[in-house]
């Protein structure tokens, strides 16, 4: 079982769809839970970035960590043809290794 | 903002030739790290450096080699190019905390 797990997609939606995109994760030390956007053919964009639990919102963008679940999501409301990217999600432990885990990343298209 | 920059786009080379790909931050942070990144497979750590002239291996390291002598800047060599190294690679810095930030990537091609 790989530590971070996610589905590659492509998820296909109309525009002003909400958006779901998921995580799924083994190691319990995870402390940091990051978003990454990645145009084709560019390099991966922070786009958010949570500590420990919660929800954090940005505009269009809401992040959601459930430790308990070991399950993280990211929404995106009101989806927009230029959010048709790949998004990574990313973990890492607090202190230690410096080093993220990245998931494989789910391509997501929105058509007009 | 936080600015990583690559030296190229874009690198045709050859079979063999010694290939040489430079990272710059301009944050002033200590951890810095080379992936590459090829379509099913997702990122893969080649080499990280958490401090000047330290490095330690990745993933995948073999068939690469790294230099950190300034905090700033991070290359990542190939000694000898091979067409398996044809791939997208992508230099990403970060602080303390982990969020790291990349670079545009370069795309390299071995013929």
């Known amino acids: 079982q790989k530590e971070v797990e996610q589905d590659p997609g492509p998820l296909s939606v109309p525009e002003g769809a909400i958006v779901s995109l998921n995580c799924t994760y083994s190691?319990?030390?995870?402390?940091?839970f990051m978003w990454y956007r990645q145009y084709s053919r560019k390099g991966p964009e922070l786009l958010m970035y949570?500590?420990?639990?919660g929800n954090k919102e940005d505009g269009r963008f809401t992040a959601q960590v459930d430790k308990s679940s070991k399950y993280i999501s990211l929404f995106i409301r009101d989806s927009q043809p230029s959010d048709s990217a790949t998004y990574l999600c990313?973990?890492?432990?607090?202190?230690?290794?410096?080093?993220?885990?990245f998931g494989r990343g789910t391509s997501l298209i929105v058509h007009p | 903002d936080v600015k990583v920059t690559q030296s190229s786009r874009y690198l045709v080379k050859r079979t063999g030739e010694k290939v040489f790909l430079e990272c710059v931050q301009d944050?002033?942070?200590?951890?810095m790290f080379w992936y590459r990144q090829d379509p099913g497979l997702g990122l893969r750590l080649i080499y990280f450096?958490?401090?000047?002239?330290?490095?330690e291996k990745g993933d995948i390291p073999e068939g690469y080699s790294v230099s950190r002598e300034k905090k700033e800047r991070f290359s990542l060599i190939l000694e000898s190019a091979s067409t398996n190294q044809t791939s997208m690679y992508l230099c990403?810095?970060?602080?303390?905390?982990?969020?790291?930030?990349f670079g545009p990537g370069t795309r390299l091609t071995v013929l």
């Open positions: 190691n319990s030390a995870f402390q940091y």
């Open positions: 944050m002033d942070h200590e951890n």
């Open positions: 990313a973990m890492k432990v607090e202190g230690g290794s410096y080093i993220p885990t």
């Open positions: 990403a810095s970060s602080g303390l905390a982990g969020m790291g930030y």
């Open positions: 949570t500590y420990s639990s």
């Open positions: 450096s958490y401090d000047v002239k330290m490095k």
